[in-house]
Every structure is written in C-alpha cells, then in structure tokens.
C-alpha cells in the first residue's frame, strides 16, 4: 500500500501563495501520474493539476497561477499557488498512480486531504 503524506495548507490572505507538498511513502517500483484535486463545500471534487512523463495539465481557473512539480527521486510532488483567491478554498486532495510490490499494475493512491482557505 502506498502512503500519502500533505502538507502546506493553511489560511491565507486573497493574493498570498502557499506551497503545498504530498509525499508518497511504501513499497513503489514505479509512479506515473501525479496530481491534485480539490473539493469545496457543496461542489464535486476536481482536477487541478497533474504531471506525468508527458507533460503538466491545469484546469483553466489556476492557470498561470499554479505550478505543478515533482521530484522523482523522492515520489514527492509540489503544487506552488500564487495569487491565491477565495474561490480556491477547498480542500486539496493528493493523488499518485503507482506500482507496488503488492501489485502488477498501476492504481490511484489518495491523500487524507490538506484545507487550503483564502480569505481577508
């Protein structure tokens, strides 16, 4: 089983940035996707950003604002939010798509959730 670690939440004002970090701890042989959703009072959980191999994926309300990174070497990945707004309050949730040593194939790994709030 894989362990999600997050962390950097917190409460900020609107314009402020955070840095929020989710670490993947387990037996991993391999990852590939690496994301971040959120999920706001009374909406469905959505995609914020994800990397894999290939490339970076935003949804278009951060775009320009949001930075995804990762660190390979550590399973580690980043999501850097600049000119934080209220409608960015949400819970951030982590999700890696990993290969264990518990599984031939890749499945989704969740994080507990970190509570991202913009407010002045």
């Known amino acids: 089983q894989v362990q999600l670690v997050e962390s950097g939440g917190g409460l900020v004002q609107p314009g402020g940035s955070l840095r929020l970090s989710c670490s993947a701890s387990g037996r991993i042989f391999s990852t590939s996707a690496m994301g971040w959703y959120r999920q706001a009072p009374g909406k469905q959980r959505e995609l914020v950003a994800d990397i894999t191999s290939g490339g970076t994926n935003y949804v278009d309300s951060v775009k320009g604002r949001f930075t995804i990174s990762r660190d390979n070497s550590k399973n580690v990945v980043y999501l850097q939010m600049n000119s934080l707004k209220p409608d960015d309050t949400a819970v951030y949730y982590c999700?890696?798509?990993?290969?264990?040593?518990?599984?031939?194939?890749?499945?989704?790994?969740w994080g507990q959730g970190t509570q991202v709030t913009v407010s002045s």
């Open positions: 999700k890696v798509k990993a290969l264990t040593g518990y599984y031939s194939t890749y499945l989704d790994y």
